[in-house]
């Protein structure tokens, strides 16, 4: 994982087991570091979550590619097509204000969005792949279901 911070998401939990042997591989310990200094109070995981040998609350420390910038998907779409697309992506993404918060890098779109998006696309005819105008890996937070007491 890398050495970069990013932004813990509020009500995901994090941990500070330092003995855990597989705390270099887990999110909720590198987000554990990410946490602003000043913060003292944060959703965390319990020590008894490791009993057994198995984190109960292990989450994988990968990243996904993220994009954002919607000027450049548009490039080779023809006139006529445009506002249609446009429209659909807008839907696609929850409206107009998501929309250009996705346009101006405050949201970034996950790979799963990039897909959906790039199916909007193909169903006008547009098969090449989509240039947004930034990428950058992040962690992916995955939110746990509600079991064993463990919402986060």
């Not at 597989?22 to 570091?33: E, F, I, P, Q």
């Not at 909007?120 to 105008?133: D, Q, V």
Request: overall charge positive.
């Amino acid at each position: 994982m890398t050495k970069q911070k990013f932004s813990v998401p509020q009500r995901w939990a994090v941990c500070f087991n330092r003995q855990c042997p597989r705390k270099d591989n887990c999110l909720r310990y590198v987000a554990s570091t990410w946490l602003p200094k000043g913060v003292t109070a944060w959703a965390t995981v319990m020590p008894w979550a490791s009993e057994g040998g198995e984190c109960q609350a292990f989450c994988d420390a990968k990243t996904e590619r993220m994009a954002w910038g919607l000027e450049k998907i548009y490039a080779h779409v023809a006139q006529a097509d445009y506002r249609t697309i446009k429209v659909e992506v807008m839907g696609y993404l929850g409206g107009k204000a998501n929309y250009y918060r996705y346009h101006r890098g405050e949201k970034h779109l996950t790979e799963e969005q990039q897909a959906g998006i790039a199916g909007i696309f193909k169903r006008h005819g547009y098969s090449a792949p989509l240039p947004y105008g930034n990428y950058c890996d992040e962690p992916t937070f995955v939110f746990m279901p509600e079991e064993n007491g463990f919402p986060y």
